[in-house]
């Protein structure tokens, strides 16, 4: 398929219960319009001075447009692991190959429009990025103290937001680094 063909709509995305067991496929279309509970890999990356790599997401995003996400990452498709989704998607939106990332936790999150299984990695990287404009308008790094006074002022991905609560290396970022 080509890139003029690519449709994301139609990508098959793993679906999975509550409980993060894999039941069946179904595109990105179906996932959304049915709200089915789906599996994201989430990168949190750090520079060597242990500020955040925040995005923008660009305007035609299918949810949360516009919105700034504290980490790179995506949906998790069928078959596809975790951790090959998050080594994807860190390729794909920031043009990083990382090696192997750290894995930090699991969450689940649920809103109105999205039930989503999370899996959390981290790591270290200074730029510069290739940021993939079709997801990201820009970024940029910032100090973790900075993101919660930006997040009053502009819209965050409601998905991204308990992130920042449950990470425990928070106070010593470099702690996370995988170098």
Known sequence: MSNQDYNPSQERIQIVDRNDVPLTSATRGEMRRQRLIHRAAYILVFNEAGCLFIQKRTMTKDIYPGYWDLAAGGIVLAEESYEDA????????????AGPLQHLFDQYF??????????????????????????????????????????????????SMPLLKRIPALRNPKKMSNR
Do not use: M, Y
Not at 111 to 130: I, K, L, Q, Y
């Open 110 to 159: 649920e809103d109105s429009s999205n039930r989503v299984w999370g899996r959390v990695f981290s790591c270290t990287h200074n730029g510069p990025f290739v940021l993939q404009k079709e997801e990201i308008e820009h970024g940029h790094f910032i100090p973790l103290s900075d993101i919660e006074s930006l997040h009053e002022r502009e819209p965050f991905t409601p998905d």
């Open 86 to 97: 998050a080594a994807r998607e860190l390729a794909e939106e920031l043009g990083v190959t």
